[in-house]
Nanobody, 123 residues
Framework: VQLQASGGGLAQAGGSLRLSCAAS????????IGWFRQAPGKEREFVSS????????YYADSAKGRFTISRDSAKNMVHLQMDTLKPEDTAIYYC?????????????????WGQGTLVTVSS
């Protein structure tokens, strides 16, 4: 398994969740890692990404100021700390990897996908 997402669950509006993405060593050392989400009936959308060395991070407008992406090099993991959650954050969240070095916002920019983890935010 190249990527494995975890950490989803049920949270109340205003609460927090931390998603984690475990990556294989080969992926973690040279790929940017991103998070996308897909709500029922909606297209998959970009949430956040971090460059292969952690030097650059990108956020969708909906995530700015509330979500924080980070890399844990010791464990080959990427975390997405989600605070001040809103019901509209409810979706399946996917971690993904790309060799593209810039800001990659589209699903087709990414090469590998994890299985997804469900986040449900109640009002």
């Amino acid at each position: 398994v190249q990527l494995q997402a975890s950490g989803g669950g049920l949270a109340q509006a205003g609460g927090s969740l931390r998603l984690s993405c475990a990556a294989s060593g080969r992926i973690f050392s040279s790929y940017a890692i991103g998070w996308f989400r897909q709500a029922p009936g909606k297209e998959r959308e970009f949430v956040s990404s971090i460059s292969w060395n952690g030097g650059s991070t990108y956020y969708a407008d909906s995530a700015k100021g509330r979500f924080t992406i980070s890399r844990d090099s010791a464990k080959n993991m990427v975390h997405l700390q989600m605070d001040t959650l809103k019901p509209e954050d409810t979706a399946i969240y996917y971690c993904t990897a790309t060799r593209f070095s810039g800001m990659a916002l589209k699903p087709y920019d990414y090469d590998y996908w994890g299985q997804g983890t469900l986040v449900t935010v109640s009002s």
